[in-house]
């Protein structure tokens, strides 16, 4: 990347290391070439000294006299000449010096071996020789003149070399501290580039983003970062503003979505209030004109539609009769209803079709929902839809709903009735059954006894077998009147109450006052629920059982005991300690019992007598109630009813 803050840095970091290095390797330099001119200039100022020296020993000589003058003065000669070509010096003169070091080094050198040397050797030569002549001392004073003549400018030429070192080591030492503040000054100048840098391409960049980032944390996902740059923050700032266009398209989705969800289930909650409402009419009330009406009320507020029609007719049927109407009764005769039956009904789908407005040119949309239940199409439910309205799905869905809830509770209404026939065959049924078993059985001997009786009147027979059949008579209407007088007692108890336990409760308490003996009644039957014709089975196998006891058992104590179960099963016991039974097949032929066997048989149980141990019957009734209720009686009386 071009403008990367990475290379930036990296560039910033490079520039203080190549100045520290810089700086680290001048001053070595520096110090490299530096070093030595202190010796230098200490072994320069010992020249001057030692040509002072030289001097001393010449006049000293000269005026003492002094032979070791001439030894010791040697020896200072070649003292100077080491100490003038010593290493100390031509090392600073090998590390290039200033141009004045070497010029004025050059000339010291040049005047000690052109003027200065040469006149202390040719001293030196004529003062070893014992015997001088005229001439050689007068040479010799002229070396030694010489040499003092030109010592002092010597001397200052001396002093200008030592001089020129110490200015030559001092602008070294300037050089040194010139590049030291100048590196100090780069570094100093890198690092508020640096930190203008770190300001301006970090942390503005970084402040402006995490503003960004806290607005859209707060759901403002319209700003946007202003650093663009073309490096790592740049593409940063670039990537969120895409990301807040984006999170800026999606929570705007998701507005629009959950206004959309928020929508359908407002128009959910409308329409399942539409629904509760129009089944609680339709199962509050019967079917009739006013609660449709209400019901078509209902659509309209909801849907916005106007005018709204209910036709009924017969399943199968090509014909339907406006049953209830929000429509004013003259906007169609019934017959154009009739004539518009077939566009009405269609195929048993929902549509939409057009009819003529009245009294103009312009045509009327109509939505038409099948009011059907179990492939039996009762009607159709009719809404007129305003001018450029077009149904949703769910309002078509809706509509066919509430259709259907219209045909269920038609189909409910006509079920009730089939009930109601049903309920009013089987009470037929039983009372024709209890009138045959036994009045009409009553009636028939009595019919018997009255043609023996005539017959024997007629053959004008003895008076007492006269008085027999009469006295049989007798006993066949007491009986006869004594069964009526039961099936009364059965149905009137049946009709003031439908509590079985109550019923049986009464029963009980009549047989307990009419013989005077105690009999036990338990009743565990709970929340069992049986037919009405079970129940009067129930309570004739119950009477007929307490009513043997009472008539052939000499009981003194009876029981009667009812449990019904979880799972439906019922087990009724009439049990007494009488003098029990000597053959149960045969008292199976005696006191009504095939009756209560043929009872039993109805509610799909079992009827069995057995003798306990401790003496006397009992009774056992064991049936299902589902069987009860689905027993082959009953099933073939709801043939009849379908068929008839």
């Known amino acids: 990347m071009k403008n990367s803050l990475l290379l930036r840095f990296g560039t910033v970091i490079t520039i203080l290391f190549i100045l520290a290095v810089s700086g680290m390797m001048s001053s070595m330099i520096i110090a490299e070439t530096a070093e030595g001119y202190a010796a230098a200039i200490n072994q320069a100022g010992t020249l001057r000294m030692q040509s002072y020296r030289i001097a001393s020993s010449l006049v000293h000589r000269t005026k003492f006299h002094d032979e070791l003058a001439t030894t010791r003065t040697r020896s200072l000669v070649i003292e100077y000449n080491q100490r003038l070509f010593s290493h100390r010096i031509h090392d600073v003169l090998s590390k290039g010096p200033h141009v ?37 001392r007068r040479q010799l004073d002229s070396s030694q003149r010489n040499y003092l003549a030109l010592v002092d400018n010597f001397v200052d030429d001396i002093h200008s070399f030592v001089e020129a070192l110490e200015i030559d080591a001092e602008e070294k030492n300037q050089q040194l501290r010139i590049i030291q503040i100048v590196l100090l000054s780069l570094t100093f100048l890198v690092a508020l580039v640096s930190l203008y840098l770190t300001k301006t391409r970090v942390l503005n960049p970084l402040r402006n983003l995490l503003a960004c980032a806290n607005a859209a944390r707060h759901g403002d996902f319209s700003v946007r970062s202003r650093y663009l740059g073309d490096d790592e923050l740049g593409q940063l700032g670039q990537a969120f503003n895409v990301m807040a266009e984006d999170l800026s398209v999606i929570y705007a989705d998701l507005e629009n979505r959950v206004r959309k969800k928020t929508h359908d289930l407002e128009q959910s909650n409308r329409s399942l209030e539409l629904l509760y409402s129009a089944t609680k009419r339709l199962s509050d009330s019967s079917l009739s004109e006013t609660v449709l009406i209400a019901v078509i009320h209902d659509i309209e507020a909801l849907l916005g539609v ?26 169609l005769s019934q017959d154009k209803v009739d004539s518009q039956c077939a566009l009405c009904l269609g195929d048993g789908k929902s549509h939409t079709f057009k009819v003529p407005a009245p009294g103009s040119q312009m045509e009327i949309n109509i939505f038409s929902a099948p009011i059907r239940d179990k492939n039996q199409q009762y009607g159709v439910l009719l809404v007129e839809l305003p001018k450029d309205m077009q149904l949703e799905e769910w309002q078509e869905r809706l509509l066919e709903t509430v259709a259907s809830h219209i045909a269920l509770a038609i189909n409910v209404a006509k079920q009730v009735t089939q009930n109601r026939k049903l309920s009013l065959m089987e009470e037929r049924s039983v009372i024709a059954r209890e009138l045959h078993d036994s009045i009409a059985q009553s009636l028939s001997y009595l019919k018997i006894q009255v043609a023996k009786l005539e017959k024997s009147i007629n053959e004008e027979r003895d008076k007492r077998e006269i008085l027999l059949v009469s006295a049989a008579l007798r006993s066949a209407l007491n009986g006869a009147y004594r069964q009526l007088r039961e099936l009364l007692t059965t149905f009137r108890l049946k009709v003031t109450d439908a509590d079985l336990g109550k019923l049986l409760s009464g029963t009980v308490a009549e047989f ?22 079970a129940e009067i089975h129930i309570i004739q196998i119950i009477r007929e059982a307490l009513s043997n006891v009472i008539r052939h058992a000499n009981a003194t104590r009876a029981r009667v005991s009812l449990e019904c179960d979880q799972t439906g099963r019922v087990n009724i016991s009439i049990e007494d300690d009488g003098i029990g039974i000597n053959d149960e097949g045969d008292m199976m032929q005696h006191y009504g019992l095939p009756i209560m066997k043929e009872r039993a048989e109805w509610l799909g149980g079992r009827l069995t007598i057995e003798e306990p141990q401790g003496g006397g019957t009992r009774i056992n009734l064991n049936f299902n109630i589902t069987d009860a209720s689905n027993t082959e009686s009953k099933k073939l009386l709801i043939e009849q009813l379908k068929h008839g």
Request: hydrophobic share 25%; proline share 5%.
């Open 306 to 331: 106007n005018n709204g029609t209910i036709c009924l007719g017969q399943p199968g049927d090509d014909h339907a009769y406006r049953y209830a109407s929000t429509r004013k009764k003259d906007f």
């Open 512 to 533: 307990e006052n009419r013989s005077g003996i105690p009999i036990d009644f338990v009743n565990q039957i709970g929340n069992c629920q049986f037919t009405p014709n």
């Open 100 to 136: 004045n070091v070497t010029e004025t080094y050059h000339r010291v050198e040049s005047q000690w071996q052109e003027l200065m040397l040469p006149n202390l050797e040719e001293y030196l030569n004529l003062s070893s020789t014992e015997s001088l002549t005229a001439e050689e």
